[in-house]
């Protein structure tokens, strides 16, 4: 399948609005590939698909993550994080893509991870910087480009960690290896 072809099933699911922000990030995520030597077909492949699931029923989200066994944990936290893994199945499963590192772009993309690939990165990165979004600390974030892209996934990921905390919500644990493993490759590199 395309891309045309993905982004006109995909905006068939989305609200005009969400749809704006998956061309925002289909649009960040090339130029930070092309950026940082990423492929830039994976990119917005997995760009495309990154909400796909986004307005999927709960129970029915619930139910691929019980069935596919993907990580039990997810079902003791917010049902937001639900629509990256399940993403991913989607992606998989209806759009066809067979690509492993396209599909944790799409799962990891609000949790990030330990290790991640430059792929992975890129798209978790986009999601949060794309010109739709108007938080505070976004321009600072998006001008940390200039610093590399584990500079600006550390400073990403920590964004997303301190907010959560800041509204008094829990943090998936893969946010908290994430950030970690970052401060840690920047501990090593002292060394």
């Known amino acids: ?5 993905m982004l006109q099933k995909v905006k068939g699911r989305l609200p005009e609005k969400r749809f704006t922000h998956v061309l925002g990030v289909v649009k960040t995520a090339i130029e930070l590939a092309k950026e940082f030597d990423v492929s830039e077909s994976k990119a917005e492949t997995a ?16 139910s691929i993550i019980v069935s596919e066994k993907l990580d039990p944990l997810l079902l003791d ?3 937001e ?6 993403g991913a199945y ?14 944790n772009a799409i799962r990891y993309h609000t949790t990030g991870r330990a290790e991640m690939s430059d792929l992975e990165k890129v798209v978790y990165i986009a ?7 108007k938080f505070s600390g976004v321009e600072e974030l998006r001008q940390l480009k200039e610093q590399g892209l584990d500079v600006m996934m550390e400073a990403s990921v920590k964004h997303s960690i301190e907010f959560l905390v800041s509204k008094n919500q829990p943090v998936f644990p893969d946010s908290l290896k994430c950030y970690n493993y970052f401060v840690q490759q920047k501990g090593k590199v002292k060394e």
């Not at 495309?48 to 709960?58: C, E, G, P, V, Y």
């Not at 994080?81 to 399940?86: E, K, N, T, Y």
């Open 1 to 5: 399948m395309d891309s045309n072809e």
């Open 47 to 62: 760009a495309i698909l990154h909400d796909a699931a986004k307005f999927s029923d709960r129970e029915w989200m619930k």
């Open 77 to 79: 936290y917010h049902a």
């Open 81 to 86: 994080l639900w629509h990256a893994p399940v």
């Open 90 to 103: 989607m992606a998989k499963t209806e759009f066809g893509v067979e690509d492993e590192d396209v599909l």
């Open 127 to 133: 999601d949060l910087i794309e010109p739709n979004r």
